[in-house]
Structures are given as structure tokens and as C-alpha cells.
């Protein structure tokens, strides 16, 4: 039973997925249980992975951003999955990914259950980020096979880039008031995928975040999905995560789809930001 297994399964899937998209970039009939629309494209990766990652001994359970319930099939960890991060950039070509986190519980369960996560970038490079044991490792996939590129990989000390989500005039203040100081020392890069535009502060540096809104105060991405695995790399790289209170991996998780506003990065661009979210003065 080895958490190698389930990323060997991603990566052989990360050219079927990708070579899937053609002919896939328009809406299917059905809203997924967040309420958005689904492409086809998110309908056909999650289908291809549910049936792969089940067919595993190791993993007893699958769940994913485009399903309502846990499908279940015998003992061994849960796996959530969102298919395709990112699914509106395949319409305009632009990158997208697949995030997964793999909890030794039932779900829902805290971040703090989690054993392993990781994510593929489809990119100019199909590229694949694992963290197990305290270690993230970078691989290039091809042919079905991640070839590793970059061992124990950490956020560069000197970061450079930040990207923020949501509309700018839906920003809470104190959070516009955090931007302010951001821009004058970083650049912006934001493209509209978590996975993309996370793996830019993982190769580069600095800040990303999908902060609460005024109409929506738990902010878009889904914890178990997306926010909880991706706190659990960049922690895992040195890096810290938020929900602007606490740790992604210590929000309590209550049910399949819950949100949760997401900050990940350096260190000390989370600190400022628990700090500027937290300041009454
Ligand atoms: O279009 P917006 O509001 O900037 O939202 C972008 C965010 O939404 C997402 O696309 C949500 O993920 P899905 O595409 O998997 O639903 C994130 O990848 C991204 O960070
Ligand atoms: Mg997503
Ligand atoms: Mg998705």
C-alpha cells in the first residue's frame, strides 16, 4: 500500500487528461455540486480518475469537486480530487491542472488528516508536484512517466510574485489594505488557475491567494479540493497557509463542498496577512 502507487496513477492519467481536451471545451448539461457548470471536460477527467484511483487496493475511497457524494469501494485512504483546477482556461487555451489530496480518514476530514497531496500542471510541460514525508518533489510527465526535476523543493527566500482572486471591489478592506503593500514589492502574475498560478510562487516565490469576498465571506476554492491539499505543499515546502485565521490544514471540515478563503506563501506574507486581517486598531 504505498502513496506512490496513487501519484503513479495521476501521472499516467496527466496525458489522457490532456489529450482529452480537444473536442471537450464545451459546457455538458450538468451544474457540478457547487453550483457551476461543468465542461466536458471536467465531467471526462473525473470519470477517468475515479475508475483508476478506485481500481487501487490502497484507496478505499474517492471524491471529487464534480460528484456529490464519497464513492465508496472497500477499505484504504480517501482521495479528493478536483479533476481539472483552473477548467475555464480551456476555453481561452490557457494552463490548468489536477489537485489531489490523499486523507487517511473518512470524508470530511481536517487537513491534519492528510498524508499526501499533490498536483499536475498542464503547462507548455506537463509537470507534477508531489508532497509525501515531509518532501516535495517537482517531476516533468511524459509518456505516462514523471521524471523527477527538482528534489526537496522549498519557496525561494527572496519572493517575487503574488497573485490575488475574486473581483477587486469585492475585496474586504483590511485585505485591499494587505494588497497595497504587496504591490510595491512584488509583481503580479495571475492567471486564473490555482494550480498555475500556485506553482508560480512554488518556483518563484511570494504570495497567492483567493481571499474572502463581500458576497461570498467564505471565498470560492473548496477546502477539501483545493485549499487543504495546497496548504499541505507549500507547508510541506516550507512555505505557510491561511484561511486568515489558522492553517488551511487546521480549519474544521464539516461537509463535502465547503469553501474557504486560501492564502498561501511565504512565510512572512501570511504573517503580515493574518496580521492585516486581524488588526482592529
Ligand atoms: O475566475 P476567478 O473568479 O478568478 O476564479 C479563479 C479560481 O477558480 C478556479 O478556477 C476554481 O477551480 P475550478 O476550475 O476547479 O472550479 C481556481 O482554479 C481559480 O483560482
Ligand atoms: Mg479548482
Ligand atoms: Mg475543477
Known amino acids: 500500500m504505498t502513496v506512490e ?11 489522457d487528461i490532456r489529450g482529452s481536451l480537444t473536442g471537450r471545451r464545451t459546457y455538458a448539461e450538468e451544474q457540478n455540486p457547487s453550483g457551476e457548470q461543468q465542461l466536458a471536460a471536467d465531467v471526462h477527467a473525473d470519470q477517468l480518475l475515479e475508475e483508476r484511483l478506485l481500481a487501487l487496493d ?41 489537485v489531489l489530496g490523499v486523507y487517511d480518514a473518512e470524508l470530511p476530514a481536517p ?5 499526501a497531496a499533490a498536483y499536475v500542471l498542464y503547462g507548455p510541460l506537463t509537470t507534477m508536484m508531489t508532497a509525501h514525508d515531509g518532501t516535495v518533489t517537482e517531476y516533468v510527465v511524459e509518456d505516462g512517466e514523471r521524471q523527477p526535476v527538482r528534489e526537496n523543493v522549498t519557496l525561494p527566500n527572496d519572493p517575487v510574485v503574488y497573485g490575488f482572486g475574486g473581483r477587486v471591489p469585492e475585496w474586504p478592506d483590511d485585505f485591499s489594505g ?12 495571475y492567471g486564473g488557475a490555482m494550480i498555475a498560478d500556485v506553482n508560480q510562487i512554488m518556483t518563484y516565490g511570494g504570495v497567492f491567494a483567493y481571499p474572502a ?6 471565498g470560492k476554492l473548496r477546502l477539501l479540493f483545493e485549499g487543504a491539499p495546497i496548504g499541505y505543499i507549500v507547508e510541506t515546502a516550507g512555505g505557510r497557509s491561511s484561511d486568515g485565521a489558522r492553517s488551511l490544514l487546521d480549519v474544521t471540515s ?8 486560501v492564502h498561501v506563501g511565504n512565510p512572512e506574507y501570511i504573517t503580515r496577512l493574518e496580521e492585516a486581517l486581524h488588526d482592529d486598531s
Open 5 to 15: 502507487a496513487i501519484f503513479d496513477v495521476v501521472a499516467s492519467s496527466a496525458d
Open 58 to 98: 490502497s484507496v478505499g475511497a474517492y471524491a471529487s469537486e464534480e460528484r456529490d457524494e464519497v464513492i465508496t469501494d472497500g477499505d484504504g485512504w480517501s482521495v479528493a480530487v478536483d479533476p481539472l483546477d483552473g477548467s475555464s482556461n480551456v476555453k481561452s487555451n490557457n494552463a490548468m491542472g489536477t
Open 111 to 115: 487537513g491534519r488528516s492528510l498524508i
Open 178 to 189: 494587505f494588497v497595497s503593500s504587496v504591490e510595491q514589492e512584488l509583481k503580479l502574475r
Open 213 to 218: 469576498l463581500e458576497s461570498h465571506p467564505d
Open 254 to 261: 464539516s461537509s463535502l463542498h465547503q469553501r474557504v478563503p
